[in-house]
Antibody, heavy 115, light 108 residues
């Protein structure tokens, strides 16, 4: 069965970076894009971008351009999302999801940014 | 950017009643790229409907989607206790992908 398993919760200081992993199983990793979506506490879903695991191509939402980097390691069927220069308003649950549509989602990773 | 506006923000209904949720887009786009998600507290979103009207795998037939252009609707024909959750629409036809702000379906 298709599964996306994400890394655990993180607590970071403002200005730091965080890297979240998303390990895929149950399907051909290079056959589907991986999208990243975040959800701030009590808020709606916000799309961050996607990575094509086949060739590493990426497309980021303009809001995150220059701060987000999405990569993958096909040898271990894992995608990564790194967000730099963290601010308090980056506190959110970060999800990876297989696309599209976004049919399978990871369990989410809580990233807390606090001094 | 396509802005999706959902209404109402909160919908209070009783089990057995019919729920109608709306999603309006700021510009027209192909219905092939409109999805609906259900999300319960502490859980990831779950795909219900894609292509505006296609039920995802294992989704009960009390859930249906319709619409085109700028106006889309999710209907739950007869609410079950497990249906009370937040519902979000999502367009995936153009970049940036966008989501509606969600409709909170609560028990009356």
């Amino acid at each position: 069965q298709v599964q996306l398993v994400q890394s655990g919760a993180e607590v970071e200081k403002p200005g730091a970076s965080v890297k979240v992993s998303c390990k895929a199983s149950g399907y051909t990793f290079t056959g589907y894009y991986i999208h990243w979506v975040r959800q701030a506490p009590g808020q709606g879903l916000e799309w961050m971008g996607w990575i094509n695991p086949n060739n590493g191509g990426t497309n980021y939402a303009q809001k995150f351009q220059g701060r987000v980097t999405m990569t993958r390691d096909t040898s271990i069927s894992t995608a990564y999302m790194e967000l730099s220069r963290l601010r308090a308003d980056d506190t959110a649950v970060y999800y990876c999801a297989r696309a599209q549509p976004l049919d399978y989602w990871g369990q989410g990773t809580l990233v807390t940014v606090s001094s | 950017e396509i802005v999706l506006t959902q209404s109402p923000g909160t919908l209070s209904l009783s089990p057995g009643e019919r729920a109608t949720l709306s999603c309006r887009a700021s510009q027209s786009f192909s219905s092939s790229y409109l999805a609906w998600y259900q999300q319960k507290p502490g859980q990831a979103p779950r795909l219900l409907i894609y292509g505006a009207s296609n039920r995802a795998t294992d989704i009960p037939d009390r859930f249906s989607g319709s619409g085109s252009g700028t106006d889309f609707t999710l209907t739950i024909s007869s609410l079950e206790p497990e249906d009370f959750a937040v519902y979000s629409c999502h367009q995936y036809g153009s970049s940036p992908r966008t989501f509606g702000q969600g409709t909170n379906l609560e028990i009356k």
